[in-house]
């Protein structure tokens, strides 16, 4: 028989629940004596909480320690949080932090493994095997994702295009002549290769692509209706994030009913954002997650600031671990524009940074023909307003010059008369979000 | 020899000049003289008014931004090759010109040119020492 489902590591995936939790429990023990061991930051919250990592006895006793934000990474920048020594790292990436400095991971050769195999697993659910030839049009770079899917194709024996980004038609050249099947990217630019082929009058059934796996930033149920229908592929979501590991924390399977999450190699929590309180199963919250075998950079109950919720059921695909559904948003301020983590207090340093006089500034963020802009709103102050146009027009030139820097991604920045940002109850509005998701 | 000039930010949309010249209206300011320079986002509207002073306040307390410039307005003869000497004179002595704009005196024998220099009494000393009139500040502001 020639079942459609394809599951990896079968042991581990659809291991029985008692199993899990018994392996998580574990796995917790040996990553919170490790922490203990190797990491002040972690040394500190377990002395100020009164908590001893021998005392654990269940996963519920987890919830007695206090949370790990990205303002520890912050102040632990760059290698700080680090369990190892460098001279057991093998791979540093890095993403986008909230005020300037980026965050920093880091691997040792077991983590990579693993990482590799998580990303097998959601590659082998979507469907891919080792006849497909992956085109990664994600960016190659410190960016998790475009390595992550790398290695994962490569350990199911796939043929990988490591395209990168940018570039549509080249991409599609590449696509037509070497006959990709599997094309990974943001679901957004799964769309402006669809209007690209539509425009070239290229037929999506000409090509070989089958098989779409798209991550990096959140993305609707029409989207995925509408990535199917105009490229003529199967599209799944993934999700991970590069404190965690990068892609592969979670991905879904063939039955699309949510993505199935790592759990033997991290445990997840869903809670209350506000008041920091473990929710019962089936909450819809903020995701919390700690990490089960992470050697090189463990994470303890790090807010991920997503919000979804989980499903413990057992899937049709006959896969154990819970279902996260797609991210609903955040509970912080956080934008995702072109896969690209974006912090409006980013923008407000580098305004601050150029004149020394903060100006109101507001964010406004669109998709057009599927792909994201963002425009930077400033109101014009006396600090930022020259009598000479050129002078007027160079400041303009130069915010744009060092958000693109800061950033990562470029923004138009539009001068405006003071009071044209809107306040609400006294308080300016920092993000308009006109995209739909 | 200087004169007050009021540079105002004014975003690139319908409404925005009437509402300036508007205020100024309402509080019994007379515009002098004018330029806009402008950019499909935004403008700068460059005026010469009778009384610089207030037009700065009561613009401001309708919370634009406003700026004040000294500029210098030189009489030019109304006949042709008036302003080329002129220009010839200050790119003798190096003085960049940032921007100018002109209106003609009301008795129509003189232009009036306003001139922005990056740097000023170096141009009123060029233009003084080639014999080019400079009309005092009140004499502008009073045309």
Known sequence: MNSPVKTLNPAAECMPREEIRQLQLRRLKNTLSLVADKVPCYQSKFKDSGFHPGDLQSLEDLHQLPFTTKEDLRLNYPYGMFAVPLRDVVRIHSSSGTTGKPTVVGYTKEDIKVWTELVARFMTAGGVTAEDIVHIAFGYGLFTGAFGLHYGSEAIGASVIPMSGGNTDKQLMIM?????????????????????????????????????????????????????????????????????????????????????????????????????????????????????????????????????????APCECGRTLARMEKTRGRSDDMLIIKGVNVFPTQIEEVLFKIKGAEPHYQLIVERKNNRDSLEVQVEVNEHIFFDEMKQQRQFVVQVEKRLAAVLGVSANVKLVEPGSVKRHEGKAVRVIDRRES | MKVEQISIFIENKSGRLAEVTGILGENGINIRALSLADTSDFGILRLIVDDSKKALKVLKEQKFTVSITQVIGVAVPDSPGGLSSILRTLDQHNVNVEYMYAFVERSGDNAVIIFRFDDVDEAIAALTQSGVKILPGHKITSI
């Open chain 1, 176 to 312: 037509q002549d070497y006959c990709s099947s599997v094309l990974v990217c943001t679901p957004s630019y799964g769309l402006t290769l669809a209007d690209r082929m539509e425009k070239q009058g290229i037929d999506p059934r000409s090509l070989s692509l089958r098989v779409g796996l798209f991550g990096a930033e959140p993305w609707s149920e029409q989207m995925r209706v509408e990535l199917e229908q105009r490229l003529g592929i199967i599209a799944t979501d993934n999700y991970g994030l590069s404190e965690i590991m990068g892609p592969g924390v979670a991905g879904e399977c063939l039955f699309k009913q949510g993505m199935h999450f790592a759990e033997d190699h991290f445990y997840p929590e869903i809670i209350d954002p506000d008041t920091g309180v473990v929710l019962p199963e089936g909450s819809v919250g903020e995701l919390v997650i700690t990490s089960l075998t992470k050697q090189a950079f463990p994470m303890i109950r790090y807010r991920t600031r997503d919000i979804t919720r989980l499903n413990y």
